[in-house]
């Protein structure tokens, strides 16, 4: 069935170093993608989104990359900073649904000052 | 802020109760959608409106829950007689017409719900 998932659970990071958070997903004729961050007590927010007629879009700070072939995305931080510490979803468009999200477990990213 | 509103952030009830939810979405949004997120997972999607047409349920909708959006504006979920295993974070979002259904849905910051 269709099923989003992140590679890692945790991600552990410098101050100003580089973040890479990692998605695979399983229906390849999924069309859409959301990355969206969550702090503690809030509710999802909106990061960057990819169109799959794309492979790499940028945003500030933000760059998302789409691989069709092998069916993965990946959400790139520059310069992370203590603000980006929460927990980062990845979500895919339902096959055949008119707007459903389907959403991954998340990714807790840590940033060491 | 205009954003997605949600009251109550809490909610703490007894198994067996009643309990309702309500969302005011984004004012130009006329897509609703409803989702559930427990500790440590993504949320899940419940039930999603085009103005006040109820679209699309999962089957995690039971008969227990019921959403409704009568003038296609703000949203009310109710869970009658509760279980325990309601307890989590009822999540609502929107997103804005468009020629495509490739947009963004806008979360609100959540009611949590705690059934004792």
């Known amino acids: 069935g269709e099923s989003v998932g992140l590679h890692l659970p945790t991600l552990s990071v410098q101050e100003g170093d580089n973040s890479i958070i990692n998605c695979a997903y399983s229906?390849?004729?999924?069309?859409?993608f959301i990355w969206y961050k969550q702090e503690s007590g809030k509710g999802p927010q909106f990061i960057i989104d990819?169109?799959?007629?794309?492979d790499k879009r940028q945003g500030q700070r933000v760059t998302v990359l789409l691989n069709k072939t092998v069916k993965h995305l990946s959400l790139q931080i520059a310069a992370t900073q203590p603000g980006d510490s929460a927990v980062y979803f990845c979500?895919?468009?339902?096959?055949?649904?008119?707007?459903?999200?389907?959403f991954g477990k998340g990714t807790k990213l840590s940033v060491k000052p | 802020d205009t954003g997605v509103s949600q009251d109550p952030r809490h909610k703490i009830t007894k198994r067996g109760q009643n309990v309702t939810f309500r969302c005011d979405p984004i004012?130009?949004?006329?897509?609703l959608y409803w989702y559930r997120q427990t500790l440590g997972q993504g949320p899940e999607f419940l039930t999603y409106f085009q103005n006040e047409a109820q679209l699309e349920k999962s089957r995690l909708l039971s008969d227990r829950f019921s959403a409704e959006r009568p003038k296609g504006s703000f949203s009310t979920l109710e869970i009658q007689r509760t279980e325990q295993g309601d307890s989590a974070m009822y999540l609502c979002a929107s997103s804005p017409t468009g020629s495509s259904y490739n947009s963004p849905l806008h979360f609100g910051n959540g009611t949590r719900l705690t059934v004792t």
């Open positions: 990819i169109r799959s007629n794309m």
């Open positions: 979500a895919e468009k339902g096959w055949g649904s008119q707007g459903n999200l389907i």
């Open positions: 004012s130009e949004h006329n897509r």
């Open positions: 229906n390849s004729a999924s069309d859409y």
